[in-house]
């Protein structure tokens, strides 16, 4: 089968196309023709430095998400998700690939109204950006400045905050493209590269924060006393460096995110399909590249110049 293999740590050009075998699948396990590859900042920094939440070592297929219809089975595994629409990590392996091996329990099946782009756009995003929302708890009434608001994660925060009745101001290296998406959306767009970005900014009662750096301690400097932050992300390269005295002596709370168990990741990922379907939250896809061009997409991503979603298309 066709696959993309991470041949040594590094830049993008140690993704490389090639074959790999198909792959057969154990107890409890599937195999999913893939139809669509999601790609991840994580990823990118994991093919770079080999650090991060996967155990991946090359020579190996990377990927951990992928959607498609499930084409062969175990014996152990129930035989009416033969043909199954699904959305499903796969560890960090894998899925670059035309056919991927996943646990059977980790698939989630997928709406018949929802595409299976959308499905993968909203996998790794959207249990992200939900369970930050419920870590800053409630929004109503309130004003949420979201970082890196054009990205995956994001363009679902700004949604979803709007959604819970807040007034959402997305930051972003702006293009005319991000601003136009971002106004789309509902928030007022704002561009994080000036140097005067925050002043004329009003105060904000939550930060989502997936940049770090510089950025997010000049977004710290916006909230009000009895403000909540969450940093889950590092564009910057480094995390927002905001002491616990600080926050405590401004009367704002450093809010931590949560792992979910597997079975809340899968709860998670079936809302957010759901509320897709019903059309309450839509993902951006804003990049797509076939297989083979895995590097394209993951140097496209470091370019920090992608909007929304990146996926790659498999068939």
């Given amino acids: 089968m066709r696959a993309v293999w991470l041949t040594e740590f590094g830049g993008p050009e140690t993704l490389v196309g090639g074959d790999a075998p198909d792959p057969i699948p154990g107890p409890g396990q599937v195999v999913v023709d893939v139809a669509y590859a999601g790609v991840t900042f994580v990823e990118t920094q994991y093919r770079r430095t080999g650090l991060g939440p ?31 629409r699904v959305v499903t990590s796969t560890g960090g392996r ?26 993968v756009a909203l996998l790794a995003d959207g249990r992200t950006a939900q369970l930050n929302l419920r870590a800053v708890g409630p929004l109503t009434g309130r004003r949420v ?10 363009t679902l925060q700004v ?9 959402v101001l ?17 928030a007022e767009p704002v561009d994080y590269r000036r140097p005067d970005w925050t002043a004329a900014l009003p105060p904000v009662d ?20 009895g403000g909540r932050m969450l940093s889950y992300g590092l564009a910057a390269g480094t995390w927002a ?28 990922v079936t809302a957010i399909l759901a509320a897709a379907e019903t059309g309450q939250v839509r993902p951006v896809i804003g990049q797509r590249f076939p297989l083979e061009r895995a590097a394209d997409a993951h140097a496209a991503i470091e370019s920090r110049a992608t909007i929304g979603k990146t996926v790659l298309e498999v068939r």
């Fill in 54 to 84: 996967f155990t991946l070592r090359p020579p190996a297929v990377p990927g951990n998400g992928v959607s498609g219809v499930v084409a062969s089975i175990a014996d152990d595994v129930d035989p009416t998700l033969l043909g199954a």
């Fill in 94 to 119: 894998g899925g670059y690939a035309e056919r991927a091996l996943a646990d059977a329990s980790d698939l989630v099946v997928v709406p018949d109204g929802v595409a299976l782009d959308a499905a």
């Fill in 145 to 154: 400045l979201v970082l890196a608001a054009a990205g995956g994660v994001g």
């Fill in 159 to 167: 949604q979803l905050a709007r959604a819970a009745g807040a007034t």
């Fill in 170 to 186: 997305g930051a972003a290296g702006l293009t005319p493209a991000k601003a136009d998406l971002l106004a789309d959306l509902g």
């Fill in 206 to 225: 939550v930060v989502l924060d997936g940049v770090g750096g510089s950025v997010a301690a000049r977004a710290f400097d916006l909230l009000r006393p």
């Fill in 241 to 268: 460096d905001i002491a616990p005295d600080t926050a405590a002596a401004r009367g704002v709370t450093l809010v931590k995110g949560s792992r979910p168990t597997a079975a809340e990741a899968r709860d998670l």
